[in-house]
């Protein structure tokens, strides 16, 4: 077993006790697993250091990764469906929104008895530093770079190209290699995505080995640059999500939907008014468009995903 921590801090239950009436959530601890045993294949030659950062809400961030994990979030047995879920946050493939796209969602469905995993998949190297390399989450213009510079990080960005893709299909065959160990029906694996993650998964979904074919997909505001002319014979329920804004020119989660519907596999597509692209989920805030999960729970249910 290639677990290498027991637990991590990740996110901070609210310190208020449940109201009159309410029923308190499980507890849960999260615990780490690296997905491959020494360096990831094709990245051998990585040396940079990976860097975390927590902002002042205790957020977390991780860029240059390049040694994938998953962060396993197990729901109590008493209420375990059986059912995984991996997810894979967003963030341009330079940086993993762990939190708002990751370990939020993790932990809702943990608490409705699917075993979740977070997935830090290989990043893009982009920064000279720790500080450059969190601009983004930090709201900071964006770093410049001599044409040396930017040339070397070109050539990083094209070594980095589909390795995060092939992350995606080693946890899927990671999880389903550890089923029977993690109480998980090895033919009820999901892969949830978003943005960068949604594409992941959606590459995932188009192309995979029958260890690596996952049973569900849930792209949210993210979706394949292309569609083949005939899906997989063994393509998996789809569930798409996105904010009107991603109704751009170019293929989007509705043309894929279509795809499925035409080859007659079980798909669904919500778009929110109103909205822009990286709402992600907040279990302590209220937005029209948190509905998502919820309707994602439904999906799961309706296609004998989750019994």
């Not at 009436?21 to 990245?43: M, N």
């Not at 694996?189 to 594409?199: H, R």
């Not at 849930?218 to 804004?245: C, H, N, R, S």
Request: aromatic share 14%; hydrophobic share 40%.
């Amino acid at each position: 077993m290639k677990r290498i921590a027991s637990a991590v801090a990740l996110l901070a239950v609210a310190c208020a006790g449940p109201q009159s009436g309410e029923k308190a959530a499980p507890e849960i601890t999260p615990a780490v697993y690296r997905l491959y045993d020494g360096p990831a294949p094709g990245s051998e030659d990585w040396d940079w250091e990976e860097y975390k950062y927590v902002d002042e809400n205790g957020e977390e961030y991780y860029t240059n990764i390049k040694d994938p994990e998953i962060v396993a979030f197990f729901p109590p047995k008493e209420i375990a469906t059986g059912a995984a879920m991996i997810v894979c946050p967003g963030g341009s493939f330079r940086v993993n929104y762990f939190t708002k796209e990751g370990a939020n969602e993790a932990r809702w469905l943990a608490e409705h008895g699917v075993t979740a995993f977070v997935l830090k998949y290989r990043l893009i190297h982009f920064a000279r530093n720790e500080e450059e390399a969190f601009y983004e989450p930090k709201g900071e213009p964006a770093p410049v770079y001599t044409p040396e510079e930017q040339k070397q990080f070109d050539a990083y960005r094209n070594a980095a190209l589909g390795l995060y893709n092939d992350d995606g299909r080693a946890a899927v065959a990671y999880v389903r290699s550890h089923a029977a160990e993690w109480g998980i029906d090895p033919d009820r694996i999901g892969l949830l995505g978003f943005s960068a993650g949604g594409m992941l998964v959606s590459d995932v979904a188009l192309h995979h080995t029958p260890e690596s074919s996952p049973n569900l997909v849930a792209p949210i505001y993210g979706a394949a640059f292309m569609l083949p002319e005939k899906l997989p014979e063994d393509a998996a329920p789809l569930f798409v999500a996105a904010p009107e804004f991603d109704l751009f020119r170019g293929l989007t989660g509705i043309d894929m939907v279509k795809a499925w519907r035409d080859a007659g596999i079980p798909a669904e597509a919500h778009y929110f008014a109103c909205d822009s692209h990286g709402f992600g989920y907040y279990p302590d805030r209220e937005r029209p468009s948190y509905v998502w999960i919820d309707l994602l729970y439904a999906f799961m249910k309706k296609t004998g995903f989750i019994k």
